[in-house]
């Protein structure tokens, strides 16, 4: 009985490992890449070296470095992969062109997309819409997505990148916290109130925040470290809503709550983040019609002006 060839491959998450591992010469960036962790990366390696029967990596104090079979796997596996890649994002297109993936991070997608995508909806009927929400950038050799919406400072090298949203930040809360004994009048009054805290990836050099927004303000006697975090913005937004403390706004992400009476501006300044919102997909991608639909689409979404204005200027 012949068995077939691929009866003797490695198995695929082993190999994804090694590629990324071979690539960045470096376990840790890898581990980051693949959303696994050093250790899981170590033991995918140290598994594939023992199917194998061959040293692929030297394991060096301070970076590690492949063995002549590792350069040589390194390769096939590279192409492999890339073959399958490509088949796998030609089939997608071949067979479902109606459908449009979109990647973006959870907090963007809840406070600011989902309330205006029906409009998406009624225009294009016939383009089926998922969102793939994560904070990871999007693989799109993969075919992970379609196009991304993706939050920083518009360093994605090789894809067709577009501004759409900047943003500024501002303290937020509920109307109950500007009433009361320790109510909300002045930049001073936070020392008396919770911080809820959005933790954000540095990019660029700096990180948008309490620490940032009470220095470009001037405010003194306001510990920036104390209060609460959360791990996505729409529960720190949910958090402040419910008067739970004081959230650091940003532009696109409170404007509805704001329109809609659930929290307030008690008070300014506003502070530019240095952060935007930038449209993201590949080069070739906006021939196709449905991205180029969800283009036009989102570019005059971000010039809608809003239904009214509360009384803070908002």
Same mark, same amino acid.
């Given at each position: ?24 010469? %470096?376990?840790? $960036?890898?581990?980051?890449?693949? &959303? /696994? ?47 399958? !890649?490509?088949?796998? $994002? ?24 989902? #309330?205006?995508?029906? $409009?998406? @909806? ?25 196009? !991304? ?8 090298? *090789? ?11 501002? #303290?937020?809360? +509920? #109307? ?6 320790? !109510?909300?009048?002045?930049? &001073?009054?936070?020392? %008396? ?10 990019? *660029? &050099? ?7 927004? /009470? ?7 306001? @510990? ?9 913005? %729409? ?5 402040? +809503?419910?008067?739970?403390?004081? !959230?650091? *706004?940003?532009? +696109? ?7 809609? &009476? ?32 969800? =283009? ?11 239904? =009214?204005? %509360? +009384?803070?200027?908002?």
């Amino acid at each position: 009985m012949i068995m077939p060839p691929f009866r003797h491959l490695p198995p695929i998450p082993a190999m994804r490992a090694f590629e990324a591992a071979a690539r960045h010469l %470096n376990f840790t $960036r890898a581990a980051e890449e693949l &959303g /696994l962790t050093q250790s899981a990366i170590s033991h995918q390696i140290r598994s594939l070296e023992d199917l194998m029967g061959l040293q692929l990596f030297l394991r060096q104090p301070r970076q590690p470095k492949l063995t002549a079979e590792g350069h040589r796997l390194a390769e096939a596996v590279r192409d492999g992969l890339g073959r399958i !890649a490509e088949a796998v $994002r030609g089939l997608r297109e071949v067979r479902d062109d109606t459908t449009l993936t979109i990647s973006l991070l959870p907090g963007f997608a809840v406070k600011w997309l989902f #309330p205006r995508l029906i $409009r998406f @909806d009624e225009l294009h009927p016939g383009v089926k819409v998922n969102v793939a929400t994560t904070a990871q950038l999007t693989d799109f050799t993969a075919g992970e997505a379609d196009v !991304a919406i993706r939050y920083g400072v518009g360093r994605y090298p *090789g894809l067709h990148v577009e501004y759409i949203l900047g943003e500024d930040m501002f #303290p937020v809360c +509920a #109307p109950k916290l500007t009433r009361g004994p320790k !109510a909300l009048k002045q930049p &001073g009054d936070l020392a %008396n109130h919770t911080l809820l805290h959005d933790d954000i990836q540095p990019i *660029g &050099g700096h990180q948008p925040g309490w620490a940032m927004w /009470l220095a470009a303000a001037g405010v003194s006697g306001v @510990d920036p470290s104390k209060g609460r975090r959360f791990g996505q913005a %729409n529960m720190v937004l949910q958090a402040a +809503a419910e008067g739970l403390g004081v !959230a650091l *706004g940003r532009t +696109a992400l409170v404007q509805d709550d704001i329109l809609a &009476g659930r929290m307030i501006r008690p008070f300014g300044p506003d502070v530019p983040s240095g952060y935007a919102y930038y449209f993201v997909c590949p080069h070739k991608a906006l021939e196709q019609r449905k991205v180029s639909a969800f =283009r036009a689409w989102l570019l005059e979404e971000v010039g809608r002006k809003p239904a =009214r204005r %509360n +009384a803070l200027g908002v």
